[in-house]
């Protein structure tokens, strides 16, 4: 029910008023401003968000899946954990010790991205390089990288970022190109300490190790493309399996395909054709009399070839494909 004020209320409110104690303008002031603080620097998670950037990590993640099972010849999964905003001077100290980092440019937005590996992963990529097990003991390795494993790691993220331009292209063209490494967190320096970016970390499972992969994108690099984002419909149907083209082919290359050669025609009535006994001869028209047979191919005209025998067997050797044919 509606709250209504009592006679008394009403008379007290009405005295306070009239001795000053109240001022009407002020408190009606305070009741329709809506105005509220709001710090442009907050640590909101929900300030800076950008909508279907996770359809972008999907892309990558089956392109990705792929490239690193190739390259550590084991089976690779990969998982979302979760995306956030932070200030770029809050992200750094949630980023694990020690952690490898990979500074990279995205042209042709403004700004630089980072990749980071905690030491579980990147014990693990190295030690399926160099053929290991994959079951190496992580006791004893929270150590600083050497520069031959960072090298190693290194080639692996230029594979990923191949695969990021790949999950870009449908809705931005970019070049995904490494600027340096790095170990030390206090040393990179993407954005002013301010700026918000955009996190997303990533799950890597290769065979019983299991890490994590962390991808921070400044806020300002992503702002131009916001509207193309926001059309998430039109940008999940550009993401296109990769694999799919693959299959595709392998399978039209599997279709049966009936193949016969016309030596050549002849034409004779049906009282000749019911009296033709063993040993009758039937005269070809004169089609082939250069040598050349038409090669078909689904009961379309393909090749022109010319008879022979290869290894003792029946055999024709094609000369040129026949215009209107299926190329």
Known sequence: MENILTKEEIEALLSAVFEGRIDPEKELAKEGSGVTNFNLF??????????NMDIIYDSFIRYCRITMSNRLRKIVDIKKVGARAFKFDDFLPTLPSPV????????????AALLAMDSTLVFAIVDSILGGSGKMKM???NRLFSSIELRLV????????????????????TKMSLLKMEMNPRMVNIV??????????LQIEIENTVGEMMFAVPYMTI?????????????????VDPQWSFRLS??????????????????????DLLNLTPGDMVMLDDA??????????????KFTAKAGVQSGNKAIQIHRLNKGGIQ
């Open 192 to 201: 002013p300490p301010e700026y918000q970016v955009i996190t997303m970390v």
């Open 100 to 111: 490898c980092m990979a500074i990279y440019k995205i042209d042709p937005l403004k700004g």
């Open 288 to 301: 082939s009399r250069h040598g050349e047979l038409t090669v078909k191919v689904g009961g379309i005209e």
């Open 223 to 239: 702002d131009p493309i916001r509207d193309k984002l926001k059309s998430g419909v039109q940008f999940d149907l550009m993401a």
């Open 250 to 271: 392998s399978g039209l290359c599997e279709a049966p395909l009936e193949v016969s050669v016309e030596m050549g025609h002849a034409t004779i009535s049906l009282s």
């Open 42 to 51: 907050s640590n909101d998670p929900n300030k800076g968000f950008v909508p």
């Open 139 to 141: 006791a004893g390795n």
């Open 154 to 173: 290194e080639k692996i993220v230029k594979d990923l970022l191949g695969d990021m331009e790949k999950a870009w292209a449908p809705l931005q063209p």
